[in-house]
C-alpha cells in the first residue's frame, strides 16, 4: 500500500498539543475530552506508530475504517466484486494447503 492513510479530515482548530506523563508502569492517562472527540472507550485498542522519534497512537477503529474505505474504493474502480474476492480467497487457500502439505491432497 503506497498511499498514507488520511486519518483525520479536520480543520486546523481541532489540533491541540497537550504533555502527556508517563507513569511508573509505562501507562499514559488519555484526557477524557480527548478520549470522547476520538470515541476511544475503555477496552478500545489503538494502533502504536512509530516513525523515528515519533510516537503515535491511533483508534483501531479509525485505521481500520479509512482502510476499509480505501480498499472498497480500489475494488470499486478494477471492478472487482466481493464474490470475486472471496472465490480467489478461497483458490488461494487451496493451492497454499496443497503445495504445504502434498501428502494430505494425494500430490
Known sequence: M???PNLARHRASDDHLQTLTV???G???IPADTRQKLKIDKGTRLLEI???ECLMYVPEHAYLNQLF???SESLRRANVTTED???DIEEHKGETFRELYPN???E
Open 23 to 25: 507513569s511508573s508502569k
Open 2 to 4: 503506497g498511499t498514507r
Open 85 to 87: 474476492l472471496l472465490a
Open 104 to 106: 494430505l491432497t494425494g
Open 69 to 71: 474505505e480505501s480498499l
Open 27 to 29: 501507562q499514559i492517562t
Open 50 to 52: 512509530v516513525v523515528g
